[in-house]
C-alpha cells in the first residue's frame, strides 16, 4: 500500500464500521498495520472489529497494542477499562483508571466512574474514601452525595449530611440537584431511621426528573400492544439448531428480585450472570422492525431467527466471554420480544420474577434510575399502571409459551430459600449445587441498584417495607384500585 493509498483505505475501513460491517473493514486495517508500521490508530480499530464480533480477548490484545503506541491516548484507555471489565480483571481495570485520571486529576468524571466501578465490585470502602475526596473537592457537585448514600449509610450528625441540608432549601438549585440532592437526603433519612421525613425528598426529587425526562403511557402501551400482535404465532417451537450458550433470561419489574435471582444460578460453577444487557431487544428490533413495523412470528424462517440468534449470542460472548454454558440475561424488557427469542432459542429458558405490587412501587419511587430510562418511575400512579400494564404481558405469554415460562414470587424466595432456590436452579436447566445459596460470597461486579443488598445472604427482612410508608404510598394504592394484589 502506498503512502497515498493509506487514508482513503483507513477512511473506508472506518464506513465499514459504522456501517456494522467489521468483516469487510478487517482486512483494510489488517493491510494498514504494515503501512503505518502499526499505528495506534490502525489496532484501536481492529479492537473495534473484535468487540464487534464479540472477541474480547482479540479486543483486548488490539487496545495492549494500542496502548504500547500511544500510552496516553484517553479513547483507548477507556476502551480497554471497558474490555477488562467485561473479563472481570479488576486489578487492572482500578490500573486503567489510575492512568486515566493521572491524565487530567482535576477532572471529576474518571474518579467518578472509578468509584462506581468500586462499587460494583463489592468495595465499598474505597469508592467512599474517593468519593468523599471528592465532595471535598467539588462540594457543589451534588451527584456525588447520591452516589455515595446508595451504598453508604451515613449517620446523622455526619457533616456532608449537615451540608446536604444546607443546600437543599436553595431556591436556585436547577432540576439536575434537586433530582440528585433528593434522592440522597431521602437514603440519609431512611437510613437513620427519620421515615417520616423520606417523602418529603423523594416527592420534589421524583418531580424533577419528571420534568427531565416525561413519561408517554400512551406510547408505551402502544409499542407493547404492537409487539404482542407481531408476535402471535400458531407456534412457538424454534427450527434454529441449539446455541452453544443457553441463555437464561430472568425478567420482572426494577426491584422485583430479579438481580437475587440471576445471583443465585449465577453462583452455579456451569452458569455466568450476564446483567441487563438488552440485547435480545435491541437486536430483534434491528432484525425485525421496531413494535409498529415489526415482521409477524410467524412470517420468519430458519435462516433469518438463526441469524438473530447468532448476533445475540455474539454480543454476549463479547460481554461475559463466557464459554457454552447458562449465562443469565436480566434485562428488563426482554418480555416484550420472548416470541422471538423462544423461535429463535430452542434452549432459552424464561424466569419472571413476581413481588408485591406495593413493595416493587416503593423502592422504584425511592431510586434513582438513569435519567430517561423507566421513565413511569418518577410517578406512583404511573408506576401502578406500568405494573398492571407488565403483568397483563405476562398473561398474554403464559398459556403461549407454556412450561418454557417459569415464575417465581420474591416472597415465597427469601421465606423458603433452598426448596425455592432448587426450584429455579432446575428451571435454568442445571443440576443443583449448594453454592448456589452462597451467591453473596462471590466478587463479580454486579451493574444494578441491588450492588449493596447482593452482597448479603438472603433474608426475609426484605418483605413488606412498603407498610411503613403506606401513608405516602396513597397515590399508588388508589390508582391500584380494586385489583389483587397477588
Known amino acids: 500500500m502506498t503512502p497515498q493509498e493509506i487514508r482513503p483505505a483507513f477512511q473506508k475501513a472506518l464506513a465499514f464500521l459504522q456501517s456494522g460491517q467489521p468483516d469487510r473493514a478487517e482486512p483494510l486495517l ?7 508500521r502499526g499505528a495506534a490508530e490502525v489496532h484501536f480499530h481492529l479492537s473495534r472489529v473484535a468487540e464487534m464480533r464479540g472477541e474480547t480477548e482479540a479486543q483486548i490484545a488490539a487496545l495492549t497494542e494500542a496502548l504500547h503506541k500511544k500510552p496516553d491516548e484517553p479513547a483507548v484507555l477507556t476502551a480497554a477499562i471497558t474490555a477488562h471489565s467485561r ?3 479488576t486489578a487492572e481495570v482500578v490500573a486503567l483508571y489510575d492512568r486515566l485520571i493521572a491524565l487530567n486529576p482535576k477532572d471529576i468524571g474518571p474518579r467518578a ?3 462506581l466501578y468500586l462499587q460494583n465490585t463489592g468495595d465499598f470502602e474505597g469508592a467512599e474514601k474517593i468519593l468523599r475526596r471528592l465532595i471535598r473537592q467539588n462540594p457543589q457537585a451534588l ?8 451504598v453508604t449509610k451515613l449517620p446523622r450528625g455526619d457533616a456532608l449530611v449537615r451540608q446536604m441540608r444546607s443546600f437543599w432549601p436553595d431556591k436556585r438549585l436547577n432540576d439536575h440537584g434537586r433530582m440528585h440532592l433528593g434522592f440522597a437526603l431521602a437514603k440519609v433519612s431512611e437510613d437513620s431511621g427519620q421515615t417520616d421525613k423520606v417523602f418529603a425528598f423523594l416527592r420534589p426529587a421524583n418531580a424533577a426528573q419528571g420534568r427531565l425526562a416525561p ?5 408505551r402501551d402502544a409499542e407493547w400492544r404492537a409487539f404482542r400482535a407481531a408476535q402471535d404465532a400458531p407456534d412457538y417451537s424454534s427450527p434454529v439448531a441449539p446455541l452453544p450458550q443457553r441463555p437464561v433470561f430472568v425478567t420482572g419489574l426494577p426491584r422485583s428480585g430479579t438481580t437475587l435471582v440471576e445471583q443465585i444460578i449465577a453462583a452455579h460453577s456451569g452458569a455466568r450472570a450476564g446483567g441487563e444487557m438488552g440485547h435480545a431487544l435491541s437486536q430483534a428490533v434491528a432484525a425485525f422492525g421496531p413494535a409498529a413495523r415489526a415482521k409477524p412470528l410467524a412470517s420468519l424462517g430458519a435462516e ?10 455474539r454480543l454476549v460472548r463479547r460481554d461475559t466471554g463466557t464459554a457454552p454454558g447458562v449465562v443469565t440475561d436480566k434485562s428488563i424488557q426482554s418480555h416484550l420480544v420472548y416470541g422471538y427469542i423462544a423461535r429463535a432459542m430452542p434452549e432459552a429458558r424464561l424466569i419472571v420474577v413476581h413481588r408485591d405490587p406495593r413493595d416493587i412501587a416503593l423502592s422504584i419511587y425511592r431510586n434513582h434510575f438513569a435519567l430517561g430510562t423507566h421513565r413511569y418511575a418518577t410517578d406512583l400512579a404511573a408506576i401502578a399502571e406500568t405494573i398492571k400494564r407488565f403483568r397483563e404481558n405476562i398473561d398474554w405469554w403464559r398459556p403461549r409459551l407454556g412450561d418454557r415460562l417459569f415464575e417465581i414470587r420474591y416472597e415465597d424466595l427469601v421465606s423458603d430459600p433452598e426448596s ?18 452462597d451467591f453473596h460470597k462471590a466478587r463479580g461486579a454486579v451493574k444494578t441498584l441491588s450492588l449493596a443488598q447482593v452482597r448479603q445472604p438472603i433474608h426475609a427482612g426484605r418483605r413488606e417495607a412498603w407498610r411503613k410508608y403506606e401513608a405516602d ?6 390508582a391500584w384500585g380494586d385489583d389483587p394484589w397477588d
Not at 413519561?215 to 406510547?219: C, I, R
Not at 433469518?304 to 449470542?313: K, V
Not at 404510598?473 to 388508589?478: D, K, R
Open 30 to 36: 489488517t493491510a494498514l498495520l504494515e503501512a503505518t
Open 87 to 89: 473479563r472481570g480483571d
Open 113 to 115: 466512574a472509578k468509584a
Open 143 to 150: 451527584e456525588l452525595y447520591r452516589m455515595l448514600s446508595t
Open 215 to 219: 413519561f408517554d403511557a400512551p406510547a
Open 304 to 313: 433469518e431467527l438463526g441469524a438473530y440468534a447468532d448476533r445475540y449470542t
Open 420 to 437: 425455592q432456590a432448587r426450584a429455579l436452579i432446575a428451571a435454568a436447566g442445571l443440576e443443583w449445587e449448594d453454592a448456589c445459596l
Open 473 to 478: 404510598l396513597a397515590p399508588f394504592i388508589a
